[in-house]
């Protein structure tokens, strides 16, 4: 039977590819995205390329409310909600001593508490029914110390115990739960260095794949990963691990903690001594914690 799923930061990167995969199996898609011109577009191409059925809504996950009215509104549409994919997610790439609270804050109210709110609209409707899943997007960065990531790191960390521990909850009602952590997913939002209104760390602005491939030297196609979330689904995993790499160095991680933390010591050596005589072209804009203008946007990092 074709599923009913609402997938968020579905304009592209894993959501889109995840979005495809779903639809070629026959199932009915939401896209949502904050971008909602990139979730109608999105979706317009997976109603062409896929079996199932898409379509588009713009959705700030930050906003709790607008969370609930998509899921209320795809339940009274088709009756049900079998798949609720929460995905969105922002990351932060530099020294922890260069953030300023603004950065903290947009990480947390996205990537935390924006799973938070698709899990509190969607889990209810799911009890009732006594069927559905719930997918939350953490990160490999949510298994191991992630530094010059640490707020991504520790959002993505709070998403993994989440999901873990409302999968043993769930269980009694039917719900299923899968968090899913890959490496890095090679996609564009990569390339971005956020809007020019905030400072800049100044590490890693402009150098986000040359530090990532210094520790995973193949990204990974969204495609592949999408691929492992559908089989993750369907065996009801509780962690969907990807790549390979990801999941060896999870594993070193588990059994052998002394000597990751070696690797990272050297990983982080190694970028403060490669970047750290090639400064960034842009400087810092305005000071975040003056209240004046729109709500700023930090850099952004896909590493899941």
């Not at 950065?103 to 799911?126: E, F, K, Q, S, T």
């Not at 969204?222 to 990807?242: C, E, K, M, T, Y």
């Not at 060896?248 to 002394?258: D, G, K, T």
């Not at 090639?278 to 990092?301: F, I, K, S």
Request: charged share 20%; hydrophobic share 45%; glycine share 10%.
């Amino acid at each position: 039977m074709a599923r009913i799923a609402i997938i968020t930061g579905a304009a592209s990167g894993i959501g889109r590819a995840l979005a495809g995969a779903l639809a070629a199996r026959g199932d009915t898609v939401v896209l949502a995205d904050i971008d909602g011109d990139g979730a109608d577009r999105a979706a317009r191409e997976v109603a062409r390329e896929g079996q199932g059925t898409a379509t588009a809504a713009a959705v700030d996950v930050r906003d709790a409310a607008a969370v609930q009215a998509l899921v209320d509104g795809t339940r009274q549409q088709h009756g049900r909600l079998d798949v609720m994919v929460n995905n969105a997610g922002v990351g932060v790439g530099g020294e922890a001593r260069e953030l300023l609270l603004a950065h903290w804050d947009r990480v947390i109210d996205v990537n935390l508490r924006g799973v938070v709110h698709g899990v509190h609209a969607a889990y209810p409707v799911m009890i009732q029914q006594g069927s559905g899943h719930i997918v939350n997007t953490a990160s490999l960065a949510g298994l191991v110390p992630s530094p010059l990531l640490t707020p991504y790191a520790m959002t993505k960390h709070a998403v993994v115990g989440l999901s873990l521990s409302l999968r043993a909850e769930a269980a009694a009602y039917g719900v299923r739960v899968t968090v899913v952590c890959p490496g890095v997913v090679d996609t564009p939002i990569l390339d971005k260095d956020g809007p020019e209104d905030l400072p800049r760390p100044a590490l890693l602005t402009g150098r986000a794949r040359e530090f990532f491939r210094h520790m995973q030297p193949r990204f990974y196609p969204p495609d592949q990963l999408a691929q492992d979330i559908v089989r993750g689904l369907d065996r009801n995993s509780a962690l969907v691990i990807a790549p390979r790499s990801a999941r060896v160095a999870w594993q070193l991680w588990r059994y052998a903690p002394m000597v990751v933390n070696q690797m990272t010591q050297r990983q982080l050596a190694w970028a403060r001594a490669a970047f750290a005589t090639q400064p960034a072209e842009a400087g810092p804009g305005p000071d975040p914690r003056t209240p004046a203008g729109p709500d700023p946007q930090p850099p952004l990092v896909d590493m899941h």
